[in-house]
T-cell receptor, first 114, second 111 residues
Framework: KAGVTQTPRYLIKTRGQQVTLSCSPI?????VSWYQQTPGQGLQFLFE???????NKGNFPGRFSGRQFSNSRSEMNVSTLELGDSALYLC?????????????FGPGTRLTVT | KQEVTQIPAALSVPEGENLVLNCSFT??????LQWFRQDPGKGLTSLLL?????REQTSGRLNASLDKSSGRSTLYIAASQPGDSATYLC??????????FGTGTSLTVIP
């Protein structure tokens, strides 16, 4: 069974631009969560989607948004990029209908903002 | 808000040693706790998941224990190998449908 896939793997953007990241969960998984990882703040929760509905959101500004499609694939969008948005963005999928099921992570998208 | 702490932040051991990594959390009302490893620049690999009703889980050379009342978990690695070198992260989930992560322990196993 294929694991969680994320595209693109690497991305370079300039300040003020916007970016869209994609995550395909493990087949049969309906919950997708997004995390931001930086050296200073560690792993921080962005949001979680289940059956196309955002169930929970972390403490990030409104520039960070996401959505989930009917096939459970999820996208994350960051508008008006800032230098501080440079990070590894990870998504995780879970088979259970609660995020406190076992989480399986993708390889991440490395975003660099210049 | 749940806070997760991992001690030590870094650990270096000779190959073959047994070692223990520690994870503590402030809110004992958790649903589960999961241990991960992360290799440099990579995603997270799930190692062990302990449900709140369980006391421990084992997989090969790894054993994780959970003491909810004291807010602690330990990851025991037996007979460490150079391939075990990575950052180990623990994460807890409770009400709110999200995981809270510790800052990790960077492990180096010296051949």
């Amino acid at each position: 069974k294929a694991g969680v896939t994320q595209t693109p793997r690497y991305l370079i953007k300039t300040r003020g631009q916007q970016v869209t990241l994609s995550c395909s969960p493990i087949s049969g998984h309906r919950s997708v969560s997004w995390y931001q990882q930086t050296p200073g703040q560690g792993l921080q929760f962005l949001f979680e989607y289940f059956s196309e509905t955002q169930r929970n959101k972390g403490n990030f500004p409104g520039r960070f948004s996401g959505r989930q499609f009917s096939n459970s694939r999820s996208e994350m969008n960051v508008s008006t990029l800032e230098l501080g948005d440079s990070a590894l963005y990870l998504c995780a999928s879970s088979i259970q209908d609660r995020t406190f099921g076992e989480q399986y992570f993708g390889p991440g998208t490395r975003l660099t903002v210049t | 808000k749940q806070e997760v702490t991992q001690i030590p932040a870094a650990l270096s051991v000779p190959e073959g040693e047994n070692l223990v990594l520690n994870c503590s959390f402030t809110d004992s009302a958790i649903y589960n706790l999961q241990w991960f490893r992360q290799d440099p620049g990579k995603g997270l690999t799930s190692l062990l998941l302990i449900q709140s009703s369980q006391r421990e889980q084992t997989s090969g050379r790894l054993n994780a224990s959970l003491d909810k009342s004291s807010g602690r978990s330990t990851l025991y690695i037996a007979a460490s190998q150079p391939g075990d070198s990575a950052t180990y992260l623990c994460a807890v989930s409770n009400t709110g449908n999200q995981f809270y992560f510790g800052t990790g322990t960077s492990l180096t196993v010296i051949p």
